[in-house]
């Protein structure tokens, strides 16, 4: 999604700078071209060889700035060049210039020589975050259209204070600089409420035993990330998955679960609330059909297991649908995927399902990619091709309105 796209960084003066160089690395693997203007106190954490060299391409300075050793204006000719423009950390300093339309380095002559989408990621101690100057600066800077916001999170800090104000992760920044080149800041769902399930379940046979599937929740993450995004209201309803995965600070509800069970009350709880539904997760088939509170010893585990059907959510949810609402099921198959989706299509009365392989490299479970043919209940079909989990995501939107 950032192949051969120009991104601008601007990285402010506070300790968060050195984060920004995981930001600049993985752009760069991503086969994105990144260009950096340093600003003096930036100068003081980092240095312009560190991120012309993950960068592959000279650091600016405001030394740069007054040489004026360019065949145009430095800060004309970025602006220009940039198809997005990154700003982190940003400090309240830069953002109270920004706010009032200042310009008195190179970064923020380049914001005003700029037209393209530009994303901030802030990041200060909580006390200055929380001032009220800031928090004003902030909230009118985010009437401008151009401009488009991650975090901050909370967390611990440099000063040892734990509250808010720390910076975005790289990986979270880069995510949201890929819905922003994919969407081009449009809120095509702003104010929808979306209802979206993910992760696998577990079906316990005692406490540390349980039937389950390869699920890592990372298709139904990727939904949720691109539909806050575009302006939705999200509440995920997630099985196990893996801290290191899940957003620090997230744009949504969280709503953890285990078992099949749990999310089928979790579902039915916040259902009637949304508008479009997407049932990502790979919920059991069956459960053990008796449960030991304790662990069994493994001499009295039976070589045959008896097993019970689990209630089938989406089947539910497809009978209490009502005609404002879209219903879309995930079906992963292998060999033919589009005959059996079609049948789930049908009998469990869905809008749209997702089929897609889990018997080819780099796709379903597991993967950072994957690749499905999504199919409407008017028999429309589209094909989507090998790409990442979140580009899918963006796609499976667009499918909706269509």
Known sequence: MLHKKNVLIGIGGGIAAYKVCEVISSLFKSGATVRVILTDTAQQFITPLT??????????????????????????????WADMFLIAPLTANTLAKLTYGLADNLLTNTVLASRCPILLAPAMNTEMWEQSSVQRNWQQLQQEPRYHTIGPGSGLLACDRVGSGRMAEPSAIVTKLQSLFYTKGQKDYQGKHILISAGGTREHLDPVRFIGNPSTGKMGLALAQAVSDRGGIVTLIHGPIASELLPISPQYKLIPVISAAEMETAMLSHFSEAEIIIMSAAVADVKPAHYAKEKLPKSALSRSLDLEPVPDIIAQLGQKKQPHQC????????????????????????????????????????????????INGKGKQKKIESCSKLELAHQLLDFINE
Not at 67 to 80: D, K
Not at 337 to 355: E, F, N, S
């Open 51 to 80: 991120v012309s060299t993950l960068s592959r391409h000279q650091a600016y300075t405001d030394q740069d700035f007054w040489q004026a050793t360019h065949s145009s204006p430095l800060h004309i000719e970025l602006g220009e």
């Open 327 to 374: 219903l879309i099921g995930f079906a992963a198959q292998t060999g033919d995927i589009v005959t059996p989706a079609l049948d789930k299509l049908k009998r469990k009365q869905l809008d749209i399902i997702v089929a897609n392989p889990v018997d080819v490299n780099n796709a379903g479970f597991g993967s950072d990619t994957n690749q499905a043919i999504l």
